[in-house]
């Protein structure tokens, strides 16, 4: 089979998916429609706007689907009737049986971490918050229970000791689009083999990021801190309290003491130095936004504000 005679539906919503349905269209794949969240209202005017996959989908004439419910009947008879060969879903909610298992070689999703580690809505977070110095891809075959199908191409990628998760999302964002690329070409050309996940005890789990989960506690380890800040930057942000407003912390350097006397006390020159005490050491913080301010640099964030 060629690339022009497989028909492949794309199913994604965020920026994170848009590199991997631009390379299968420029592979010359023949993307037959895109389903995509419904358009939401955002910004001061509080204006629909779309998704950055059905951006590039009218962008290049690609028919879009926005079901609202994924079981309704005339969304699937719809869906039937552009009988795709496959499917490709990344960043997208459950879908039932009936949409996945519709298609001929089945529905494949790409996973930001080697599966079976990391399941979950938020790998990317949780692999830097643990401090882990490797993560990867993984395309897999979706079947009913979640990020647990079998596995059919992974890629492995080291994470830098300062990396942020939002410096990672967008190394991750176009490799991704490569193990797609070569995930389908495999299938295409029926050079796929699949593998059921193995689990051991020492996978982790990545579960959705709550507001608590961005609170800091200055009693734990510095390192923690440190990983914790770099896993949630730039967004949803590590937060602490700062004289009855909130801090959000997105860059920040950990500095080992032998003796930490004030968890939770902050030291500042009032100049360009502001630190909080923490279990073990000091946390330099060097870029902020406090509630009501803009995002900026330690040193400009000390001159618009008098610290007691």
């Known amino acids: 089979m060629e690339r022009r005679d497989m028909r492949v539906v794309f199913i994604g919503t965020p920026e994170f998916s848009v590199p991997s349905l631009q390379a299968l269209h420029e592979a010359g794949y023949n993307i037959v429609g895109v389903i995509t969240a419904p358009d939401r209202k955002s910004g001061r005017g509080m204006k629909l706007q779309y998704s950055a996959v059905k951006q590039y989908a009218l962008d290049h004439d690609i028919k879009v689907l926005q079901p609202t419910n994924l079981k309704n009947q005339d969304f699937q008879k719809e869906l039937a009737g552009l009988s795709a060969d496959i499917q490709v879903v990344i960043a997208f909610r459950m879908l039932p049986v009936a949409v996945w298992d519709m298609p001929k070689f089945g529905t494949i999703n790409l996973h930001a971490s080697l599966l079976p580690n990391y399941r ?159 279990k073990d050491g000091l946390v330099q913080l060097n870029e902020v936004q406090l509630e009501g301010k803009k995002r900026m640099d330690i040193a400009s964030f000390l001159r618009g504000i008098n610290l007691s």
């Open 120 to 278: 979950g809505a938020a790998p990317i977070n949780w692999a830097i918050i643990n401090g882990e110095k490797e993560t990867g891809l993984t395309t897999f075959k979706l079947k009913h229970e979640i990020d647990t199908g079998n596995v059919l191409k992974q890629v492995a990628l080291a994470i830098d000791k300062d990396e942020t998760a939002g410096s990672l999302h967008d190394r991750m964002m176009f490799a991704g689009a490569e193990i797609v690329l070569e995930t389908i070409d495999a299938i295409r050309n029926n050079r796929i083999e699949e593998h059921p996940q193995v689990l051991s005890d020492e996978m982790h789990p990545a579960p959705k990021i709550f507001k608590s989960t961005c609170e800091i506690d200055w009693y734990t380890p510095g390192q923690s801190i440190f990983n914790l800040v770099r896993g949630l930057s730039p967004y949803p942000t590590a937060r602490t309290i700062l004289e009855g407003k909130i801090l959000k912390i997105y860059r920040c350097t950990f500095v080992p003491e032998k003796h930490s006397r004030y968890p939770g006390n902050f030291v500042t020159n009032d100049k360009d130095y502001l630190g909080f005490y923490c």
